[in-house]
């Protein structure tokens, strides 16, 4: 069973940073496409970013395009999301999901597409 544990929320005023962090165990993290997601609340679940399991292809809301980079580094297991100039509105709880399916079939910004996801860290932005 796949497990997927995020950090590095927090608060912080807006114009500043957070860099959040999802750890998997449980599985072949080396094939899973990884997303970020983020849910506000009253608001529906939505797709923030994905990378691709080699790390090559990243995919990007157009909301956070150019302020927010998803890396991974499969030797630690561990997907990271930098997010640069945070606005008020990009406060929400944010999960990381993995999609097993390994062969790259899946639209990336679907949450249908991700197999397991964690239990989500809450990033409060301060005006």
């Known amino acids: 069973q796949v497990q997927l544990v995020e950090a590095g929320g927090g608060l912080v005023q807006a114009g500043g940073s957070l860099r959040l962090s999802c750890a998997a165990s449980?599985?072949?993290?080396?094939?899973?496409?990884m997303g970020w997601f983020r849910q506000a609340p009253g608001k529906d679940r939505e797709f923030v970013a994905a990378?691709?399991?080699?790390?090559?292809?990243?995919y990007y809301a157009d909301s956070v395009k150019g302020r927010f980079t998803i890396s991974r580094d499969n030797a630690k297991n561990t997907v990271y999301l930098r997010m640069n100039s945070l606005k008020p509105e990009d406060a929400a709880v944010y999960f990381c999901?993995?999609?097993?399916?390994?062969?790259?079939?899946?639209?990336?910004?679907?949450?249908?597409?991700?197999?397991?996801w964690g239990q989500g860290t809450q990033v409060t932005v301060s005006s």
């Open positions: 999901a993995a999609d097993d399916t390994r062969d790259g079939s899946r639209d990336p910004s679907a949450p249908f597409a991700y197999d397991y």
């Open positions: 990378i691709a399991w080699n790390g090559y292809n990243t």
């Open positions: 449980g599985g072949t993290f080396d094939f899973y496409t």
